[in-house]
């Protein structure tokens, strides 16, 4: 995964009927976007070295990228993808916080890339137990006819940016006359009357800041992630005094969450179904 601005090399190798390397007489190369539009960036050919071809490319928006090479005379064709983060990823800490926590030294860059995917991975699964704790703007659909309230479906909730309606003649809203109350994210008219559906909110979810117990139950997960696919043979640890043991499988998460994690993030659990 790469940032949200940065120049990625795009390579393909392009091979004969024997699978000698050689040059094509066309080359294309096509990238579907994560918003569905497409760009072709030109392609040197012949290339520096026979049959390698490469391509380096900045990155505009964020989000999943297709690329498909397609190569004539010899007929040819690779496929990949490659994901880039947003401007802002979101992550529970800093990759100055989480090499310190795994004793990397600042001055060793080399694992850098690995070691913000890893964070952003711990970021996701802290999340699915407390909710967002990164600031991001959401927008949803709720679909209704006539409401008292309407509950968010992620919190904390901070604050409404829009309620309006998904239908043309449906009725908008304005922010400042709702009360949204963050924790349960409850939405209501401040003056008793009725919400009239369907309407679409956007709002900005997460927290003013993280926690010591929410950011302490990240650098355990960080750790165990870490020292599990760095190939310690350690495996899960059933029960024990160990910080990192797990002592059983979470739905839908397998061990990937230490039994120490767990006890940490208990405070702020969100209750079962609430995103």
Known sequence: MIDLGAAIRLTASCTDAGGTPANADSVTLTLTLPDGTTTSPAVTNPPAVVGQYSVDYTAAQPGRHAVHWQFASPTAAYADVFDVRPA??????SLADAKK?????ATSTSDDDEIRDWSAATTWIVEHFVGPVARRTITERHTFTVAAMRVLRHTPALALTSVVPVLTSGTSYDPAALDLDPDTGIVQRL?????????????TAGRARATANITAAGRVILQHLWRTQRGSGRGPVIAGGDDYAVSEPIAGLGYAIPNRALELLEPDRLPPGVA
Not at 88 to 93: A, M
Not at 101 to 105: G, R, V
Request: aromatic fraction near 20%; hydrophobic fraction near 40%.
């Open 101 to 105: 926590h795994l004793n990397i030294a």
């Open 191 to 203: 003056d008793g009357g009725l919400l009239y559906g369907p309407l679409r909110f956007t709002y």
């Open 88 to 93: 802002d990823p979101g992550f529970l800490f």
